[in-house]
């Protein structure tokens, strides 16, 4: 019997989980620049994320160098090297940054990537005119930033 309840309460979870929806950006609660609600209610994919951190939507790695990826050409300078990131921030602390690091570290330049709100000349993609009309959308979506996440809880220091 105890089986059976251990079951059924599983499925419920996975049932749950399954259809989590993601926290709109404006609903983000950072404390001291941390998240620690996951955006999109499921875990992140490792792989998923360095994909983005390559030229995909984050386009880490043109700030960010990471010697896991040393495969990929013309990595940045701007911003620390990622390696080793794992072991020095805490897995709601990198949600918090790669969301908005600007919460963390009011100086940063690097961007918000789950923001809608609160900007300053935000431009339409790159056509050089303003935003027209319409809901601003993130840079990356709440899986995304999931994703990037759990890729980088995988540098840690040798």
């Known amino acids: 019997m105890k089986h059976g309840l251990g079951l059924g309460v599983a499925a419920i979870f996975a049932a749950t989980t399954a259809f989590a929806e993601a926290v709109e950006p404006t609903d983000v609660v950072f404390v001291d620049g941390a998240v620690e609600m996951s955006l999109s209610g499921q875990p992140g994919d490792p792989a998923a994320g360095a994909e983005v951190m390559n030229k995909g939507a984050g386009n880490c790695i043109a700030c960010h160098e990471v010697s896991d990826l040393d495969h990929l050409p013309f990595q940045g300078e701007i911003g620390p090297a990622l390696d080793g ?27 918000s990537f789950y923001k809608t709100v609160g900007f300053i000349r935000l431009g339409d993609a790159y056509t050089g005119k303003a935003h027209g009309d319409g809901e601003v959308q993130p840079l990356l979506t709440a899986q995304q930033i999931e994703d990037v996440v759990a890729y980088l809880v995988t540098l840690k220091e040798d």
């Open 85 to 111: 990131v794992a072991d020095r921030w805490s897995v709601a602390e990198l949600r918090g940054i790669v969301a908005n690091a600007k919460i963390m570290f009011p100086e940063s330049r690097m961007p």
